[in-house]
């Protein structure tokens, strides 16, 4: 084995510690009010002390890569004793901007453009739209995920040839990012699937939603019972915000919660924040509730489905492609069918051939 990517959650870190003694690179993205209730966390700042763990176990060798668009994140540079990169969604971050002006180096967004600054020098690396994680640069979250990915295999020796190379052939589909984002058309309806599951998710979804072209959106959605009360209202009056319709669903695992308690939550929210009640309906089984919110689209609506078990979402897709109007089954040729356009760093000439070609 040459590398490992771990991901190391919040609650993995308090219910058995750290599956490694040190690492080369730690990587902190952000430090959101999830979570907040468990396991004896109580506040933001009691979770950025858990999550500081990470910079605190690189190798003074090592590189610490931390968002410089998060407070909690520039705070935890303290605390590391590896190399300092930050990335950031801006170009004028000053703490981007305080570091390059000392040599260091960076990764940041500027424009439609991703740019990297080391050690006095600055080129552009892509155009944001030609990275298909980042949904045709609308998927701001996916943007701020794919600096720090490669801030991450950068300080790891990867070129900027490799990395070029790397993440344009890297698609938001099933086969290499299952369950997130993962985007099918049938009968001209569009199906977007995604694992967001708390408050900051859910709305990163819907911002990116909000710049692709639909007649109505409908949600499926359900809220995790572990969650406090106002976490979970915060989700509903989100989705009720972005949605026309919503269908509420229910976790297979109640995390404590008594059957309908989370859902009830979620649709009393809804109903709070301006949805009619006609428009908001309960399923509680995740499988009939996708079949459900089927039953209420249009040619042209886009229906959203934050799984669970996604499982659920295969055999949901398998079952409507075989209804006699359901039409083929096929990931949106929008991340696929793109003249990927590049501009060589000084120095190359040449771009890595892939396996797919590029």
């Not at 190798?59 to 990335?87: H, K, R, S």
């Not at 045709?136 to 943007?143: L, M, S």
């Not at 924040?273 to 209420?296: C, F, M, N, R, T």
């Amino acid at each position: 084995m040459d590398l490992a990517v771990l991901e190391t959650a919040r609650g993995g870190i308090l219910r058995e510690g750290l599956a490694f003694r040190y690492c080369d690179v730690g990587i902190v993205t952000n430090v959101t009010e999830d979570h907040l209730g468990l396991d004896g966390i109580e506040t933001l700042d009691d979770l950025r002390k858990v999550k500081r763990l990470i910079p605190e176990v690189v190798l003074p060798e090592g590189t610490c890569i931390l968002n410089a668009d998060d407070e909690g994140c520039v705070a935890m540079a303290e605390y590391t004793d590896g190399q300092i990169v930050y990335f950031s969604l801006q170009a004028n971050n000053p703490v981007v901007q305080q570091a390059v002006k000392r040599g260091g180096t960076a990764w940041y967004a500027d424009h439609d453009w991703i740019v990297c600054a080391s050690e006095g020098h600055t080129w552009r690396f892509l155009p944001i739209r030609d990275i298909p994680i980042t949904i045709n640069g609308f998927a701001r979250h996916n943007i701020a995920n794919a600096l720090a990915a490669l801030a991450a295999a950068h300080s790891l020796g990867k070129s900027i040839t490799e990395l070029r190379s790397s993440i344009i052939t890297f698609f938001p589909d099933m086969k290499q990012n299952r369950g997130r984002f993962n985007l099918t058309r049938i009968a001209d309806r569009c199906i977007i699937a995604d694992y967001a599951h708390n408050p900051a998710g859910v709305r990163a979804i819907y911002d990116t939603l909000s710049q692709m072209r639909m007649n109505r959106l409908i949600t499926a959605a359900s809220a995790a019972g572990d969650r406090p009360d106002e976490a979970i209202r915060e989700m509903g009056s989100i989705i009720a915000s972005h949605s026309d319709l919503f269908v509420v669903k229910e976790d297979e695992n109640l995390r404590g919660r008594e059957p309908m308690e989370a859902a009830q939550l979620l649709k009393d929210s809804a109903l709070k924040s301006g949805l009619d009640p006609a428009d908001v309906h309960i399923v509680l089984d995740e499988k009939e509730a996708y079949h459900a919110a089927w039953q209420l689209t249009q040619p042209g609506d886009l229906l959203l489905l934050l799984h669970d078990n996604f499982d659920h979402v295969e055999q949901f897709l398998s079952g409507i492609s075989r209804q006699p109007s359901g039409g083929k089954v096929r990931t949106s040729p929008r991340f696929r069918n793109k003249n990927q356009r590049f501009r060589p760093v000084h120095g190359e000439s040449t771009y890595s051939p892939t396996k797919r070609g590029v």
